[in-house]
C-alpha cells in the first residue's frame, strides 16, 4: 500500500475518533518527492491564442471548452469579459469601474472547476465577495450577482476564501503565521457567517504577517474535507469541516523558512521572510470531474521581473500523485478542459508585462 493511500486511511479514522484541537497533533504527516509521481512529463511548445481586442487581463479560465472568462486589471473599463475561443471576440462585458451600482474597483476571480459553473468575484477595494454564474452572465447585459456579501476584515486579501453551502465561508486569517514569535491567534484558517466582522483591524494586533502567509482553498467534492495549499510552504494542509487539521502532505522541497520584523514607519511592525528571501510554492490550482491539478512554483527567492518555469502536480481525488508536468516557462491560472487532453494558462516573463494565453497538449493518445 503506498503511503498516500495510508494517510487517506489514517484520516478516515481520525475523523471517526474526532480531533483535539489543545493538543495540535497531526498523527498523518507524510512527505512525498518528485520520484513519488507515477509519470514526469515536459510541456513545451504550446499553441498561442491570439485575441486582439482584450484589454488588460490579470487572468482567465476556460469555461464549457468554448468561453474564455476573463478578469481584467483596473485600469479598465470593464472588469469581466467572456470571449469566444471560436470567433475570438468578445460576447459580454460587464462590471464597469466605479463605485456605484453594479460597479467594482477592482475584479479578482475565483472559478477553478469545470464541472460547476458558479464562481464569485472578490472587489479587493471594499471587501466585497460576489457570487454569479456563467449562465447568468451570457444571459444578462448588466451584471447581476445572485448574492452578495462583506467579507470579515481579519480575512487575508491576498489568500483565498472557500464558499460553503450553508451562508458560511472559510478564510484565512490574515493575522496567523506559523512561529510564535509573530502570530497571535491560534488557526490559519477560520469559518465565518457570510456578512459577520467583529471590526478588527491593524491596531488590533502588534504584528502584520500578511505578505508572508496564506493558502488556496478548495473542499473535496466527496468528502467536504478542506484542501488548503499553503503559498509560501510546500505543504497541504487538509481539515475537516470543524477545520481540524485531519492530514498533510508535504513536498517536493521541504521548505522551513523563517522570519524577522522588518522596521518601518507604521502603526504595526511588518514580518518578512529572513534572508532576504520570498518563498513561494503553490500559485494556482484546477479542479476536473476526476483529478485535481496544482501549479507549483518552489522557489526561495522570487523575482517579479523573471519569472521562472512552474511544475503542475496531477493528482487523483483519493491523493494519488499521477504525473508531475514540467512546464517550460511560467504559468498560472490553469483550465483544463473536460476531455483533459490539453491545458489552457496564462503566461508571462515578468508581472511588468501583459499575459499571453497558451493551450498545450496534455495527452497524446
Request: aromatic fraction near 12%; hydrophobic fraction near 35%; charge should be negative.
Amino acid at each position: 500500500m503506498n503511503k498516500i493511500k495510508r494517510l487517506l486511511l489514517v484520516m478516515i479514522t481520525f475523523v471517526m475518533n474526532g480531533c483535539d484541537k489543545s493538543t495540535n497533533k497531526i498523527e498523518n504527516e507524510l512527505v512525498f518527492s518528485r520520484e513519488d509521481f507515477k509519470e514526469t512529463k515536459t510541456l513545451s511548445n504550446p499553441e498561442e491564442i491570439v485575441i486582439k481586442d482584450l484589454l488588460y487581463p490579470a487572468s482567465f479560465r476556460v469555461m464549457n471548452d468554448s468561453l474564455l472568462i476573463v478578469d481584467n486589471q483596473p485600469v479598465c473599463d470593464y472588469l469581466l469579459e467572456v470571449y469566444s475561443l471560436n470567433s475570438l471576440t468578445a460576447v459580454k462585458r460587464h462590471i464597469n469601474r466605479g463605485n456605484g451600482p453594479g460597479e467594482m474597483l477592482s475584479c479578482s476571480m475565483s472559478l477553478h472547476d469545470n464541472q460547476n459553473e458558479t464562481f464569485f468575484l472578490r472587489d479587493l477595494s471594499t471587501n466585497l465577495c460576489y457570487v454569479t454564474d456563467l449562465s447568468t452572465l451570457l444571459q444578462n447585459n448588466v451584471f447581476k450577482p445572485s448574492s452578495s456579501f462583506k467579507l470579515s476584515s481579519e480575512i487575508s486579501i491576498g489568500a483565498d476564501i472557500c464558499l460553503m453551502s450553508d451562508n458560511r465561508y472559510v478564510g484565512c486569517h490574515m493575522w496567523y503565521l506559523e512561529d510564535p514569535n509573530f502570530s497571535v491567534v491560534d488557526a490559519p484558517l477560520m469559518v465565518l457567517k457570510r456578512g459577520e466582522d467583529n471590526g478588527k483591524g491593524i491596531n488590533d494586533y502588534p504584528f502584520m504577517v500578511a505578505s508572508v502567509n496564506g493558502s488556496l482553498l478548495f473542499t473535496h467534492p466527496d468528502t467536504n474535507h478542506i484542501w488548503s495549499l499553503d503559498m509560501h510552504r510546500d505543504i497541504i494542509r487538509i481539515y475537516n469541516d470543524s477545520l481540524c487539521q485531519i492530514g498533510s502532505l508535504s513536498g517536493p522541497d521541504n521548505f522551513r523558512p523563517s522570519y524577522t520584523r522588518k522596521e518601518i514607519k507604521a502603526p504595526v511592525a511588518f514580518v518578512t521572510f529572513e534572508g532576504e528571501k520570498f518563498y513561494t510554492s503553490y500559485i494556482d490550482y484546477y479542479l476536473t470531474e476526476k483529478h485535481i491539478y496544482l501549479v507549483y512554483q518552489g522557489t526561495e527567492y522570487f523575482d517579479p521581473t523573471n519569472l521562472l518555469p512552474v511544475e503542475i502536480f496531477k493528482l487523483d481525488y483519493s491523493g494519488n500523485l499521477l504525473c508531475n508536468y514540467k512546464v517550460d516557462r511560467y504559468v498560472y491560472s490553469i483550465s483544463i478542459d473536460r476531455s483533459e487532453k490539453y491545458l489552457y494558462c496564462a503566461s508571462r516573463k515578468s508581472l511588468e508585462e501583459p499575459p499571453t494565453i497558451l493551450k498545450y497538449t496534455l495527452n497524446t493518445k
